[in-house]
């Protein structure tokens, strides 16, 4: 079985970096196709996807957020960790991390973590 | 990038057949698969319909997904609308550098 489980701060001041931990089970990250996507939510706003990093440590990004993200990850933890610099009010949200099942021919995120409210303000 | 562009929201009766369309800004839809997602108020997306028709087990047969070339299109479908099926659903595709959500549609069981 998958699992998947957030943690992190929930208050972040402006212009500071946010760090985000997912921590992981029932799978290994160096599986080339498996990978682990960070994907955030505004409060009553839609799914946005902020980036994957693959088994083989490829990464992708969101081409919007590129400069203020990185993501990583550490096999020997089973965790995948996100930092997203100089954080604006804009940015707070429900911040998911997912799996990204293992077809090389898809991009597809089942099952997710149950999420983890990140709120900007000073 | 491209977008999906989703219907705002929706409202049927409990019993009747409910589509929910997904419309890809450019590329061509057939060329990436196209999973549909459904969130109830409170909690995280699970899948309901993976690579553009495949049903996860566990998901009734009332859901069904399609897609349409010619309007460069994908279409989510329930039948048989049960009050448990009141959520938001989300369409997501991908291309090789991103992957895209469409804005969800709200869908109203009432």
């Known amino acids: 079985q998958i699992t998947l489980k957030e943690s992190g701060p929930t208050l972040v001041q402006p212009t500071q970096t946010l760090t985000l931990t997912c921590t992981f089970s029932?799978?290994?990250?160096?599986?080339?196709?498996?990978?682990v996507g960070w994907i955030r939510q505004p409060p009553g706003e839609a799914l946005e996807w902020l980036a994957l990093?693959?088994?083989?440590?490829?990464?992708r990004y969101k081409s919007s957020l590129r400069g203020r993200l990185t993501i990583t990850k550490d096999t020997s933890k089973n965790q995948v960790v996100l930092k997203m610099t100089n954080m604006n009010p804009v940015d707070t949200g429900t911040y998911f991390c997912?799996?990204?099942?293992?077809?090389?021919?898809?991009?597809?995120?089942?099952?997710w973590g149950q999420g983890t409210l990140v709120t900007v303000s000073s | 990038n491209f977008m999906l562009t989703q219907p705002h929201s929706v409202s049927e009766s409990p019993g009747r057949t409910v589509t929910i369309s997904c419309t890809r800004s450019?590329?061509?839809?057939?060329?990436?698969?196209v999973q549909w997602y459904q969130q109830r108020p409170g909690s995280a997306p699970t899948t309901v319909i993976y690579?553009?028709?495949?049903?996860p087990s566990g998901v009734p047969d009332r859901f069904s997904g399609s897609i349409d070339s010619s309007s460069n299109s994908a279409s989510l479908t329930i039948s048989g609308l049960k009050i448990e099926d009141e959520a938001a659903y989300y369409c997501?595709?991908?291309?090789?550098?991103?992957?895209?959500f469409g804005g969800g549609t709200r869908l109203t069981v009432l």
């Open positions: 690579q553009d028709h495949q049903r």
């Open positions: 029932g799978f290994s990250l160096n599986i080339p196709g498996v990978g």
């Open positions: 997912a799996y990204k099942t293992m077809a090389v021919s898809e991009v597809r995120f089942d099952p």
């Open positions: 990093i693959y088994g083989d440590d490829d990464k």
């Open positions: 450019s590329g061509n839809i057939v060329n990436n698969y």
């Open positions: 997501q595709s991908y291309d090789s550098s991103n992957v895209i």
